[in-house]
């Protein structure tokens, strides 16, 4: 019946853009300037410490560096307005940077890894000193507080890029607490355990790196929300006055935004106006009970156009009947309403004269008996006004 699309300026650009910006800058900076801190002392205190463990530790604190840095700039590209060629915004911006961030920490992974198994197996290994354990607790107890400081910011703007630069942090956080014990285990006198902890470190980082992948391929090919939050949107659609049902209702994420597209289904005799206002109260009622919703596409259908029959287009149908009924209409021709419905398409004919047809019901049977050939046509209605 007819495609009801919202602004996707409007529904993109968000009047909170500037102040989102600002929280996320803020937090990520704070961010890298502990992870610089911390990466470059734990591979200095590694390095002079002898632990394997820590400086695999300190590549970790400054690959968080690197993300933070690219946390910084997805967030600026992210917080563009729309323009020609992103009509829907630039948060994919975000999905990408996590995507490279997946990725990365990946590499460092399997580099971490391959360099801790080769110790492992050639035997090479020594004991680290004190400094090693201080430096480890130092970096459990500053990534732990990050952690929570950015995942809180992170929610409350509803960042999925700033939670997993969280989550990050606190994969820091759980390496650290491998390098203690394994330290703690190589100064006891097991000396293999400091490389076991720096193993363990790179399967941490590796197992959140695949996580970030995961998350952003599943956006990137417009995977759908889960399906209790669909039955949730579909019931906020059906719940509206006028709104029969909802035929399809499909879902994508585009960063930290939700995209809607529906069918929603309303009676056959509702006119465009009627047809476009319940749609706009459709896309007004999902934004209000579901924040994150911000395009929505309505399309909305007749109750009764799902039929077997075939149907000529309204044009085709409005010629057809004006040349069946050409002797007994007035000129200038009137002008006609088609319904189509499950037993064919009614007609609501509309007359304009100074004094009204002597003969309404007659007219309208003698119409209906000029198109009887017309095998789609249910029914004739003939209205007068002057």
Not at 51 to 66: P, R
Not at 234 to 243: H, K, N, T, Y
Not at 257 to 264: A, G, M, S, T
Request: proline share 5%; charged share 15%; with cysteine.
């Amino acid at each position: 019946m007819q495609n009801t699309p919202s602004d996707p300026q409007q529904a993109v650009a968000n009047p909170g853009d500037t102040g989102r910006q600002q929280a996320s800058r803020r937090i990520t900076l704070i961010g890298a300037a502990v992870d610089g801190s911390l990466g470059i002392g734990k591979l200095t205190v590694g390095y002079l410490a002898n632990s394997q463990a820590l400086i695999a530790d300190g590549i970790h604190s400054l690959s968080d560096l690197a993300t933070d840095i690219g946390v910084l700039i997805a967030a600026h590209m992210a917080a563009a307005a729309p323009d020609r060629g992103h009509p829907y915004g630039h948060a994919r911006f975000e999905t990408l940077a996590t995507l490279g961030l997946g990725a990365v920490l990946l590499l460092v992974a399997g580099g971490l890894a391959q360099d801790s198994l080769t110790r492992l197996v050639s035997e090479h290994s020594s004991v680290p000193g004190i400094a090693a354990l201080v430096m480890a607790a130092v970096s459990i107890l500053a990534k732990e507080w990050i952690y929570r400081r950015t995942a809180r910011v992170a929610q409350s703007i509803g960042s999925n890029l700033l939670l997993a630069n969280a989550w990050h942090s606190r994969s820091d956080a759980l390496s650290s607490v491998a390098v203690l014990v394994g330290v703690g285990g190589a100064m006891a006198g097991w000396p293999w355990m400091d490389l076991i902890a720096a193993l363990v470190v790179a399967g941490m980082i590796a197992w959140i790196g695949w996580g970030l992948l995961a998350q952003a391929a599943r956006e990137l090919v417009d995977s759908g929300l889960p399906a209790e939050e669909v039955a949730a949107m579909r019931l906020v659609a059906c719940s509206i006055p006028g709104v029969l049902d909802v035929q399809q209702l499909k879902s994508r994420r585009m960063g930290n935004e939700i995209l809607l597209d529906l069918d929603i289904l309303v009676q056959p005799d509702r006119t465009v106006s009627e047809g476009h206002q319940l749609a706009w109260q459709v896309q007004q009622d999902l934004r209000k009970h579901f924040p994150g919703v911000r395009a929505v596409q309505v399309h909305v259908d007749s109750a009764f156009e799902a039929t077997s029959r075939s149907y000529p287009a309204p044009h085709v149908a409005e010629a057809t009947l004006l040349t069946c009924w050409q002797d007994l209409l007035p000129n200038p021709s009137p002008r006609l309403a088609l319904h189509y419905g499950s037993n064919g398409i009614r007609v609501d004919l509309y007359l304009r004269s100074k004094e009204p047809p002597p003969d309404m019901l007659g007219l309208q049977r003698r119409l209906v008996e000029a198109a009887r050939h017309e095998a789609w046509l249910d029914s004739v209605r003939v209205w007068w006004s002057p």
